[in-house]
């Protein structure tokens, strides 16, 4: 009997996808899964230290609305709009900013 590897392990139970360990908000998505365009709020800043200080100092706060204003020809970097701001991001760093679509329902609910 020959041996399996984890590879044809994974590959039998539908890869590494199929591994969920918690179920995501369908709403609350990385921001470099964003298209161009979008209009999106903050509602968290992972990673630590340096990185999350620097983004904060440039006015990224939970509950902050954004835009995603278009990515490079190889879709990194991107460019965002913050306020009056625009800010140039690796789209790993934009992967640890977790954000949502507002609320665009007619009757505001």
């Known amino acids: 009997m020959r041996g399996i590897s984890m590879m044809e ?6 890869g590494y996808d199929s591994f969920l360990t918690k179920v995501e908000n369908p709403m609350d998505k990385s921001l470099s899964l ?3 365009g979008d209009r999106v709020l903050i509602q968290k800043i ?6 999350k200080k620097r983004l904060m100092d440039l006015g990224f706060r939970k509950g902050k609305e954004l835009i995603v ?10 460019e965002v709009m913050i306020g009056d701001s625009y800010i140039s991001l ?5 992967e640890q900013i977790r954000v949502e679509l507002p609320n665009t329902s007619a ?3």
């Open 90 to 94: 690796r789209v790993d760093e934009a």
């Open 46 to 51: 992972l990673g630590n230290g340096g990185f």
């Open 9 to 14: 392990s994974l590959s039998s139970y539908g």
């Open 69 to 78: 204003v278009r990515y490079a020809p190889l879709r990194d970097p991107m």
């Open 34 to 36: 964003c298209r161009e």
């Open 107 to 109: 009757d505001g609910n």
